[in-house]
């Protein structure tokens, strides 16, 4: 079997993905994942049975288009969907700027009678046909798509509305007596006559115009899973200094190959996991453990590519190159979660697939009813384009990218970025969230937990020549005017001695019960005497403990999942009032995504993260957030964003994403409620273009007020 990964455009939603899943594996031979929110399909396949090229043209017959993905070692850097991407972006924006300039004259001109001149209905009827044919494309496209194939979405109740609505005005135009000169939209208690004088175009234009600037936003924000994926690998060293024959040559990392040894200087990225063969220094593993305190390297120590060289000069034999890297492997991770997690399917589509076959069904019920009761085909017809007319609300186009403009712009407001609408649909089934320890509900960085001023003093007129984290943190919180010092020496896996005052002070890491309980420990001698010690530590942010017992009020169960060791972890789990049973300590990327997934198993599972090693768990959790001083990775696997760096964010943006869910949802409601109440009097024939245009205009005006009081969240 070969397996190879398609890139698969023209999706727009669950329901796409799924069907071209299903079309790939009738294919003998055949096992395919489709995944709608990555647009990858991954296909094992028998090559003697059937090739790439026919499977890239399954995909082309079920109605949307594919490529073949390169290899991620070829150019980390390239999103292959992104061209694709930015001209569907691209279509988007000028099919939304071309509407919105005729749908405003549109709506203005049917809605206002003292702006209706002479002739009025022909001028609104060209460019509400401008719309209906240019604008409404994409969606009419995806409806006959999804028809051919016996599926009904979002896109088919709006293109099945908007044509009803169109066809509806053609016939009072061309055939009623709306294309009469000097007509007017005026409003009648009771019908008339029995063809139709009342034209909708303007709801024609209006919805598509709205829709296409949902639709925008949806594809500017779609694909950030892949941008994750480059984020990660664009995180590796891009040059090597390679030392042969006894001299250093800088090549592209792409040429490294196992067993060349390599130089990595004070500062710069370890090019690939290798071992040390020379030299001792500290190495910032932050990036695997999560954890701000560099590790002590000395020759025969492993290291690991696109970590960071704190300190001391290493040199450095490769042991896996390419594909072979834990980067690699963290890259791969983080892909296989993002395809392995099941996107929501929109609560607008579901209600789709039940509303629209039923409306269809009510519709031709009641033009075959007409006709057998001698009505004629005028009436018949014309009642029968009057349930789909009425039953098919325009406030649809209203309801979901209203609520979305209000809440994420809200949100921007608080702090929080909120990624797309699938995200608050994952946000209301929520019972269990993970939390990263450092940077998320402590501060990430080592603070001086108590010293006494004087060895502070000491210890910072010696460091002040530091790099080291440690040595930032006794410098940043010495408050005394620091001496001078001579003769500074870094002591590898030691630390490091100076010349202060004619004597020799020499600052060191120790091993005391204190780093048992969670902090760091450095002991300052004087000339070989012990004078005293200081205690640093990662302190819990100040809001830590008050977000945990909200979230507990929210109904989550929160957990605590770190690289750090189980005494740190669970000193900070008591201070935030984290149970001990809920403490998962000492893991590396691999295992906070196992962690994700055995939880899942049970429960509904959000993260919080802010490091490159939380990025795979963050993509694989049903709901990740990130923190927004973290890493471009973390940011890009999450689906929610917290700016302020603080755990209270959480809450907030769990309470605005279900608020703004619910509002939605109360949006949908409405938009169907004040239309399918009147099916019945469609169906009679006796459709009142009053009742019909009070039903659209108050559904419309309900969804955008009951939207806008979204702006009236508040955060706790």
Same mark, same amino acid.
């Given at each position: 079997?070969?397996?190879?990964?398609?890139?698969?455009?023209?999706?727009?939603?669950?329901?796409?993905?799924?069907?071209?899943?299903?079309?790939?594996?009738?294919?003998?031979?055949?096992?395919?994942?489709?995944?709608?929110?990555?647009?990858?399909?991954?296909?094992?396949?028998?090559?003697?049975?059937?090739?790439?090229?026919?499977?890239?043209?399954?995909?082309?017959?079920?109605?949307?288009?594919?490529?073949?993905?390169?290899?991620?070692?070829?150019?980390?850097?390239?999103?292959?969907?992104?061209?694709?991407?930015?001209?569907?972006?691209?279509?988007?924006?000028?099919?939304?700027?071309?509407?919105?300039?005729?749908?405003?004259?549109?709506?203005?001109?049917?809605?206002?009678?003292?702006?209706?001149?002479?002739?009025?209905?022909?001028?609104?009827?060209?460019?509400?046909?401008?719309?209906?044919?240019?604008?409404?494309?994409?969606?009419?496209?995806?409806?006959?798509?999804?028809?051919?194939?016996?599926?009904?979405?979002?896109?088919?109740?709006?293109?099945?509305?908007?044509?009803?609505?169109?066809?509806?005005?053609?016939?009072?135009?061309?055939?009623?007596?709306?294309?009469?000169?000097?007509?007017?939209?005026?409003?009648?208690?009771?019908?008339?006559?029995?063809?139709?004088?009342?034209?909708?175009?303007?709801?024609?234009?209006?919805?598509?115009?709205?829709?296409?600037?949902?639709?925008?936003?949806?594809?500017?924000?779609?694909?950030?899973?892949?941008?994750?994926?480059?984020?990660?690998?664009?995180?590796?060293?891009?040059?090597?200094?390679?030392?042969?024959?006894?001299?250093?040559?800088?090549?592209?990392?792409?040429?490294?190959?196992?067993?060349?040894?390599?130089?990595?200087?004070?500062?710069?990225?370890?090019?690939?996991?290798?071992?040390?063969?020379?030299?001792?220094?500290?190495?910032?593993?932050?990036?695997?453990?999560?954890?701000?305190?560099?590790?002590?390297?000395?020759?025969?120590?492993?290291?690991?590519?696109?970590?960071?060289?704190?300190?001391?000069?290493?040199?450095?034999?490769?042991?896996?190159?390419?594909?072979?890297?834990?980067?690699?492997?963290?890259?791969?991770?983080?892909?296989?979660?993002?395809?392995?997690?099941?996107?929501?399917?929109?609560?607008?589509?579901?209600?789709?697939?039940?509303?629209?076959?039923?409306?269809?069904?009510?519709?031709?019920?009641?033009?075959?009813?007409?006709?057998?009761?001698?009505?004629?085909?005028?009436?018949?017809?014309?009642?029968?384009?009057?349930?789909?007319?009425?039953?098919?609300?325009?406030?649809?186009?209203?309801?979901?990218?209203?609520?979305?403009?209000?809440?994420?712009?809200?949100?921007?407001?608080?702090?929080?970025?909120?990624?797309?609408?699938?995200?608050?649909?994952?946000?209301?089934?929520?019972?269990?969230?993970?939390?990263?320890?450092?940077?998320?509900?402590?501060?990430?960085?080592?603070?001086?937990?108590?010293?006494?001023?004087?060895?502070?003093?000491?210890?910072?007129?010696?460091?002040?020549?530091?790099?080291?984290?440690?040595?930032?943190?006794?410098?940043?919180?010495?408050?005394?005017?620091?001496?001078?010092?001579?003769?500074?020496?870094?002591?590898?896996?030691? !630390? *490091? /001695?100076?010349?202060?005052?004619?004597? #020799? $002070? =020499?600052?060191?890491?120790?091993?005391?019960?204190? @780093?048992?309980? %969670?902090?760091?420990?450095?002991?300052?001698?004087?000339?070989?005497?012990?004078?005293?010690?200081?205690?640093?530590?990662?302190?819990?942010?100040?809001?830590?403990?008050?977000?945990?017992?909200?979230?507990?009020?929210?109904?989550?169960?929160?957990?605590?999942?770190?690289?750090?060791?189980?005494?740190?972890?669970?000193?900070?789990?008591?201070?935030?009032?984290?149970?001990?049973?809920?403490?998962?300590? !000492? *893991? /590396?990327?691999?295992?906070?995504?196992? #962690? $994700? =997934?055995?939880?899942?198993?049970?429960?509904?599972? @959000?993260?919080? %993260?802010?490091?490159?090693?939380?990025?795979?768990?963050?993509?694989?959790?049903?709901?990740?957030?990130?923190?927004?001083?973290?890493?471009?990775?973390?940011?890009?696997?999450?689906?929610?964003?917290?700016?302020?760096?603080?755990?209270?964010?959480?809450?907030?943006?769990?309470?605005?994403?279900?608020?703004?869910?619910?509002?939605?949802?109360?949006?949908?409601?409405?938009?169907?409620?004040?239309?399918?109440?009147?099916?019945?009097?469609?169906?009679?024939?006796?459709?009142?273009?009053?009742?019909?245009?009070?039903?659209? @205009?108050?559904?419309?005006?309900?969804?955008?007020?009951?939207?806008?009081?979204?702006?009236?969240?508040?955060?706790?």
């Amino acid at each position: 079997m070969q397996t190879i990964e398609l890139g698969v455009t023209g999706m727009t939603c669950t329901s796409c993905s799924g069907r071209v899943e299903r079309k790939l594996n009738k294919v003998e031979g055949v096992e395919a994942a489709v995944n709608f929110a990555t647009e990858t399909a991954t296909i094992s396949f028998d090559p003697a049975q059937t090739s790439p090229s026919e499977l890239i043209e399954v995909v082309r017959r079920t109605g949307y288009d594919a490529f073949e993905m390169q290899s991620q070692s070829e150019d980390p850097g390239v999103d292959p969907h992104s061209d694709a991407r930015d001209g569907e972006a691209s279509d988007l924006k000028a099919r939304l700027i071309a509407s919105s300039v005729f749908a405003v004259p549109v709506m203005l001109i049917s809605m206002i009678p003292a702006l209706q001149f002479m002739h009025w209905q022909w001028a609104v009827l060209a460019m509400a046909t401008y719309v209906y044919l240019y604008g409404g494309a994409p969606f009419h496209r995806s409806a006959l798509i999804n028809l051919r194939h016996g599926s009904f979405t979002m896109d088919t109740l709006v293109s099945l509305g908007t044509s009803a609505a169109f066809l509806w005005s053609l016939w009072a135009l061309f055939i009623g007596n709306a294309g009469h000169a000097g007509m007017k939209m005026h409003m009648h208690l009771f019908p008339r006559d029995t063809t139709m004088d009342e034209i909708y175009l303007e709801s024609v234009a209006v919805v598509i115009a709205f829709l296409l600037l949902g639709r925008w936003f949806e594809v500017r924000a779609k694909g950030r899973s892949s941008e994750a994926l480059r984020a990660l690998l664009d995180m590796g060293a891009k040059e090597v200094s390679l030392l042969r024959d006894g001299e250093e040559h800088r090549i592209p990392i792409s040429q490294l190959q196992v067993g060349d040894e390599f130089l990595v200087r004070p500062g710069e990225k370890v090019a690939t996991d290798g071992i040390v063969v020379e030299g001792a220094s500290a190495v910032d593993e932050s990036m695997l453990t999560g954890e701000p305190v560099p590790v002590e390297k000395a020759a025969g120590d492993s290291v690991t590519g696109a970590t960071i060289n704190a300190s001391g000069r290493l040199v450095v034999k490769a042991t896996q190159v390419g594909e072979s890297t834990t980067l690699a492997r963290m890259a791969r991770m983080v892909t296989q979660a993002q395809a392995q997690k099941a996107p929501v399917q929109r609560l607008v589509d579901r209600i789709s697939q039940v509303f629209v076959p039923t409306v269809i069904a009510l519709s031709l019920l009641t033009l075959v009813v007409h006709l057998l009761l001698g009505h004629g085909i005028a009436p018949a017809f014309t009642a029968a384009v009057a349930v789909l007319i009425i039953a098919c609300p325009c406030a649809l186009g209203l309801a979901t990218p209203t609520a979305l403009l209000v809440g994420t712009g809200r949100g921007a407001q608080l702090g929080l970025l909120i990624k797309g609408p699938e995200v608050l649909e994952s946000t209301r089934r929520v019972t269990a969230i993970l939390l990263d320890k450092t940077g998320t509900v402590t501060t990430g960085r080592l603070a001086v937990e108590s010293a006494d001023p004087q060895l502070l003093q000491l210890a910072a007129s010696v460091e002040q020549s530091s790099e080291h984290p440690i040595a930032k943190a006794i410098v940043h919180a010495c408050e005394l005017p620091l001496l001078s010092s001579t003769d500074f020496e870094s002591l590898p896996g030691q !630390g *490091v /001695r100076a010349i202060v005052d004619g004597h #020799e $002070v =020499r600052v060191e890491r120790s091993e005391g019960e204190l @780093a048992v309980e %969670g902090t760091t420990q450095v002991d300052v001698l004087v000339n070989g005497e012990l004078r005293g010690s200081i205690v640093l530590r990662d302190a819990v942010k100040p809001g830590s403990a008050s977000a945990v017992a909200k979230l507990k009020v929210l109904g989550l169960t929160p957990w605590l999942l770190t690289g750090d060791n189980a005494s740190a972890a669970q000193v900070v789990a008591e201070e935030v009032g984290i149970a001990s049973e809920h403490v998962i300590a !000492g *893991v /590396r990327p691999e295992d906070k995504l196992a #962690e $994700v =997934r055995r939880l899942q198993e049970s429960e509904v599972v @959000a993260m919080v %993260g802010d490091g490159v090693n939380d990025a795979a768990a963050l993509a694989q959790a049903d709901l990740g957030l990130a923190m927004g001083a973290g890493t471009d990775v973390a940011i890009e696997a999450a689906d929610i964003t917290l700016m302020n760096n603080d755990l209270s964010s959480v809450v907030n943006a769990l309470r605005l994403s279900r608020r703004t869910l619910s509002t939605i949802r109360g949006n949908l409601f409405w938009a169907f409620a004040y239309n399918v109440v009147l099916i019945p009097v469609a169906a009679a024939g006796l459709l009142n273009p009053m009742l019909a245009g009070i039903a659209m @205009a108050f559904s419309s005006v309900f969804v955008v007020s009951n939207s806008l009081r979204l702006r009236n969240f508040k955060e706790q």
